[in-house]
């Protein structure tokens, strides 16, 4: 139990500095279970230049204005930011079970994205992960520190029940969240790093170019999504396809067969949302621009064979996956083919190389 006498009344008690990636999904974690514990395994590419960074601030909370269960306060790029004190409540509502201290502290929060915010790209999975990164090392300054792999896990379980996804960010290069019958150290409730020795070099390095087709919020949400899979006249069948595939993947990314990958991320694109298409009630999340880019990218591979695929998010951005030796050729096509297609907004990334990281005050 941690021991929240350690920090003295009336100072900043305090302060730490966390980073965190976003992530891209091949196997996409769509539809839960009570508790945020996923319908299926999820497997996903943690990205390398997309992150999150987070200073928390937190000082014990006098006894006043106890009207609201946390002292919270948010600030974006340096501007107060009151729009995320509901998502963060409800976090900490999920959280309390496990840390009761939560009410005791005031928090303020300074966050920042190396991403443009009203580029689409999911915040919310590098947002929470950053924060429960921060979270956790206020714990391990209170109490005996956890070992490091203990920290990590902690961070993602936490992490998980702000925003699924979000599990999965904290480490780095390929990542599984969910039970696994094939991965014994796999959980519904954190996610962990695939080893690298059953990832073949072609993967550790893959690109992921992110064309930014639609900014702002999405017309539904993902929490708003993943509820319509209950009843879904075809999630059954969607929650075996993604553990098959799940297991499918494991092989493919140690044979490093990108061909069998990219159909593999391609078809996990679709039928995430071919879900949405087929829920009720139904929705559409592409763009005229999302479909434009999906024929390009079919078109270009069969006149050139070479290796470019895409993946989606549950919106209209494009992530166009491709492996390093391909680079070359890939840019000189985006720059010349699909660029006018997102008014030249876009994102080159990677799969990266570092998961939650402590930063300097
Ligand atoms: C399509 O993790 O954003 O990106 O748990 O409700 O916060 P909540 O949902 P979220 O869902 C992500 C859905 C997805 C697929 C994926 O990342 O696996």
Request: with cysteine.
């Amino acid at each position: 139990m941690l021991d929240i006498a350690c920090l003295p009344a009336g100072k900043p008690a305090y302060r730490t500095r966390w980073t965190c990636p976003s992530n891209i999904a091949i196997v996409k974690y769509w539809g839960k279970r009570e508790g945020q514990l996923p319908a299926n395994p999820s497997v996903s590419l943690t990205l390398e230049a997309c992150r999150t960074d987070t200073t928390l601030e937190v000082s014990p909370r006098g006894g006043e204005e106890k009207d609201r269960p946390y002292r919270i306060e948010v600030h974006l790029d340096g501007q107060p930011a009151p729009g995320f004190i509901p998502k963060i409540e409800q976090f900490f509502d999920r959280i309390a079970p496990y840390a009761p201290y939560l009410r005791d502290y005031a928090f303020v929060l300074h966050t920042s994205n190396s991403f443009p915010h009203s580029s689409g790209i999911a915040s919310s999975a590098s947002g929470l992960g950053a924060l429960a990164a921060c979270l956790v090392d206020f714990e391990n300054a209170c109490s005996a520190p956890l070992t490091q792999d203990n920290f990590l896990r902690r961070v993602s379980f936490y992490a998980r029940l702000g925003s699924g996804s979000a599990s999965r960010s904290i480490y780095p290069g390929i990542v599984l969240w969910g039970e696994c019958s094939s991965v014994p150290a796999s959980s519904d409730l954190y996610a962990v790093p695939l080893p690298e020795a059953d990832i073949h070099p072609v993967f550790r390095d893959l690109r992921d170019t992110v064309l930014l087709i639609e900014h702002g919020a999405k017309s539904v949400s993902s929490t708003a999504g993943h509820a319509l899979m209950k009843g879904h006249p075809y999630a059954p069948a969607r929650f075996a396809q993604a553990r098959e595939h799940v297991e499918r993947l494991r092989e493919i990314l140690r044979r490093g067969d990108i061909e069998a990958f990219g159909a593999l991320a391609e078809r996990e694109a679709l039928t995430l949302h071919a879900m949405m298409m087929t829920a009720d009630p139904c929705y559409i999340l592409f763009k005229p621009a999302t479909i434009a880019v999906l024929e390009a990218v079919w078109q270009y591979r069969k006149e050139t064979l070479v290796p470019l695929y895409f993946t989606l998010d549950a919106g209209a951005n494009v992530h166009l996956l491709y492996p390093a030796s391909a680079e070359v050729p890939v840019r000189e096509f985006i720059a010349t083919a699909l660029s006018p297609l997102c008014q030249g907004r876009m994102i080159h990334d990677r799969v990266g190389t570092q998961g939650v990281r402590k930063a300097a005050l």
